[in-house]
């Protein structure tokens, strides 16, 4: 059972806005910095976001995160089929006294 | 062109070690600027995060593994391995080199991945 929650599955349509929430607690999220990663189907994770809310070079703007708090979201505008894949959120966990992912989230393109 | 590549066998008997290799080409695992890391996938599963080497030397590794992880770096051949000892069922995984670049989450490139089963 991951410390940082994500929800297990969201979808969406072409076009459409989701976002993905990670829920965490002070000794992660509120702390210090989460990323993103995305992973494709069969393939290795990939950085989508760092340091809460900076895209490395060749990420979409499409791609956007936040974080208030103990929670942590990313936010996928204008969705693509493309889009399809699974969802990880990062952070270092002061209580673990190392790095912890959520749970992954599986975002379906209707 | 940054490349890291993953190898070692991909069924290891229970209780038995696990050895894997990272070969890194486009990169010095001795530079300070970066640190190489293991995560592992579970079936099916999340990410969990493994360890780090720095600078061909340092090591970090995550506290629940940390009685069974070693992780070495080669730099004459430039490359970084991975020893767990002691492995179940439960360690099988999908085993993954990474570059981290800043943050020691920050994950610019990973190896395609590596199948092991833990299976008598």
């Known amino acids: 059972q991951s410390v940082m929650t994500q929800p297990p599955s969201t979808s969406g349509t072409p076009g459409q806005r989701v976002t993905i929430s990670c829920s965490g607690s002070r000794s992660n999220i509120e702390r210090n910095t989460v990323n993103w990663y995305q992973q494709l189907p069969g393939t290795a994770p990939k950085l989508l976001i760092h340091?809460?809310?900076q895209r490395p070079s060749g990420v979409p703007d499409r791609f956007s995160a936040s974080k208030s708090d103990t929670s942590a979201s990313l936010a996928i505008s204008e969705l693509q089929s493309e889009d399809e894949a699974d969802y990880y959120c990062?952070?270092?966990?002061?209580?673990?006294?190392?790095?912890?992912f959520g749970g992954g989230t599986k975002l379906t393109v209707l | 062109q940054l490349q890291l590549r993953e190898s070692g066998p991909g069924l290891v008997k229970p209780s038995q070690t696990l050895s894997l290799t990272c070969a890194v080409s486009?990169?010095?695992?001795?530079?300070?600027?970066?640190?190489w890391s293991w995560i592992r996938q579970p079936p099916g599963k999340g990410l969990e995060y493994i360890g780090y080497i720095y600078q061909a030397g340092s090591t970090y590794y995550n506290p629940s593994l940390k009685s069974r992880v070693t992780i070495s770096g080669d730099t004459s051949k430039n490359q970084f391995s991975l020893d767990l000892t002691s492995v179940t069922a439960a360690d099988t995984a999908v085993y993954y080199c990474?570059?981290?670049?800043?943050?020691?989450?920050?994950?610019?490139?990973w190896g395609q991945g590596i199948l092991v089963t833990v299976s008598s």
């Open positions: 990062a952070a270092w966990d002061d209580s673990v006294k190392g790095p912890v």
């Open positions: 990474a570059r981290a670049q800043g943050g020691i989450l920050d994950f610019d490139s």
């Open positions: 486009g990169a010095s695992i001795s530079s300070g600027d970066f640190s």
């Open positions: 340091n809460n809310d």
